[in-house]
């Protein structure tokens, strides 16, 4: 049964950082390309950045490009979202999710092409 488990989510103030972790079980994890997406209140959920399954190779959404960095550790069976210089309009349910890809360079930013998703992890920011 695959899982993914996100965590690190909670209250900030704008200017402040929050590091979110997503740590997956139930699959051969250096096999999936991940994904972090987020859903605000009333808003359809959106891409937030995305990592290659090796490689190392990185996609981030316009309004987090320099503030947000994603990483992963294939050996930990987990990806991160470091959060830098939030912004109230950043808070969100934040949601990781994994595609299965036989591409090593594939950043997959489209959601519904992702087969597995977290429950999310909530991420207020104050003003």
């Known amino acids: 049964q695959v899982q993914l488990v996100e965590s690190g989510g909670g209250l900030v103030q704008a200017g402040g950082s929050l590091r979110l972790s997503c740590v997956a079980s139930g699959l051969t994890f250096s096999s999936y390309a991940m994904g972090w997406f987020r859903q605000a209140p009333g808003k359809e959920r959106e891409f937030v950045a995305a990592i290659s399954r090796s490689r190392g190779l990185t996609g981030y959404a316009d309004s987090v490009k320099g503030r947000f960095s994603i990483s992963r550790d294939n050996a930990k069976n987990a990806v991160y979202l470091q959060m830098n210089s939030l912004k109230p309009e950043d808070t969100a349910v934040y949601y990781c999710?994994?595609?299965?890809?036989?591409?090593?360079?594939?950043?997959?930013?489209?959601?519904?092409?992702?087969?597995?998703w977290g429950q999310g992890t909530q991420v207020t920011v104050s003003s």
């Open positions: 999710a994994a595609r299965i890809t036989a591409n090593s360079f594939a950043v997959v930013t489209t959601s519904s092409l992702y087969d597995y």
